[in-house]
Each structure stands twice: as structure tokens, then as C-alpha cells.
């Protein structure tokens, strides 16, 4: 019996602050070998670090990688370099942390290059009609899926629990 392997998954986490810091670290928890995570890119505000060819590791020092890095962040190079990656049988996601507008602005190019997008960032989807609908016009002609969760109080999830009552007929 043969088992089709996992396709890959390579990750660009922008925003390493708390939530994006424990977000890599869970990644890195999942044992490589059951995982079809590749973290390629780490972005902060002032440092970006990007290798699709040596991914980062449970083990490897990434804060360290990160604070060392002489590269500022340019995210059309990151969209080019992800826009490459993407191919049958791996996919390629960004994980915006931040609560930035200028990076929620930029969801509509990776999804347009194929480029799946998560994020707890509610900037795209609570301002302006306009960039919404170029979320959605981006992921409906790519086939690229965006995926939102924000969470209020202690940390509950709200949005995926509104779907799922929604989904369940409740009112």
C-alpha cells in the first residue's frame, strides 16, 4: 500500500510580534515529518528573512536569524519570489499577524498570484467596500482562498463561530 504524500505548504508569516512568534513556534512544534508546513519567511516591520530552499526548523534560532538579517522588507519581491513557488501539488500562504492597512492593501496581488492568505488582520475586511470586493473578485478568479479569524474578550473566536451557527440554522 502506497501513501500519496502531503503536498507542501510554504508559509510567509508577516508580523512576528506575540501573536505571530507563537504562531511559528507552533508550526515548528508539528514534527517535520508530519508536516506539510514549510516556513519560508519571517517578516517583522524593520528585518525580513526569506529561503524557500532551507526552511526554518524546530531547533533553529529564527529570532536570532531574523534580528541578524540585513533585509529590509519588500513584499513585491516577496510576492515575485512566492508567486514562484506556487505549482501542482505545493501551496504557498502568507499569515499577516499584523494589523496593518498597508499589508491588508496587498492581499488582492497574493491572492490574484495564487497565493492563499490567513489572517487575523481585520483591516481588510471591517474599511473600505472597495478592497473586499478585490479580495474576493482576486480569490474567485486564482482559486486562491483567504481566510479570516479575529477573536474579542479572552481570545474567543467570533467569526468561525457566527459561520458555524449560521451553517446550522441557528439565529
Not at 508577516?14 to 514534527?31: D, F, R
Not at 505549482?87 to 494589523?99: C, E, F, I, L
Request: hydrophobic letters at 40%; proline letters at 6%; a neutral charge.
Amino acid at each position: 500500500m502506497t501513501t500519496v504524500p502531503s503536498p507542501k505548504i510554504y508559509i510567509a508569516v508577516v508580523g512576528v510580534g506575540l501573536v505571530g512568534a507563537e504562531l511559528v513556534e507552533q508550526i515548528l512544534a508539528i514534527p517535520q515529518q508530519n508536516s506539510p508546513f514549510r516556513l519560508i519567511s519571517l517578516s517583522s516591520s524593520s528585518r525580513t528573512i526569506f529561503d524557500a530552499e532551507n526552511p526554518i526548523k524546530a531547533g533553529d534560532n529564527w529570532k536570532e536569524k531574523l534580528q541578524e538579517s540585513k533585509h529590509k522588507p519588500d513584499f513585491q519581491q516577496l510576492t515575485q519570489k512566492l508567486a514562484n513557488l506556487v505549482a501542482p501539488g505545493q501551496k504557498v500562504a502568507v499569515v499577516d499577524n499584523t494589523s496593518s492597512d498597508e499589508i491588508a492593501k496587498l492581499y488582492p496581488g497574493w491572492l490574484e498570484n495564487g497565493i492563499n492568505v490567513i489572517t487575523p488582520n481585520k483591516k481588510a475586511y471591517s474599511g473600505e467596500l472597495g478592497l473586499y470586493e478585490q479580495i474576493l473578485s482576486a480569490s474567485k478568479a486564482s482559486g486562491a482562498r483567504f481566510y479570516n479569524e479575529s477573536t474579542v474578550g479572552a481570545g474567543l473566536p467570533v467569526i468561525s463561530t457566527l459561520k458555524e451557527l449560521v451553517l446550522t440554522g441557528d439565529k
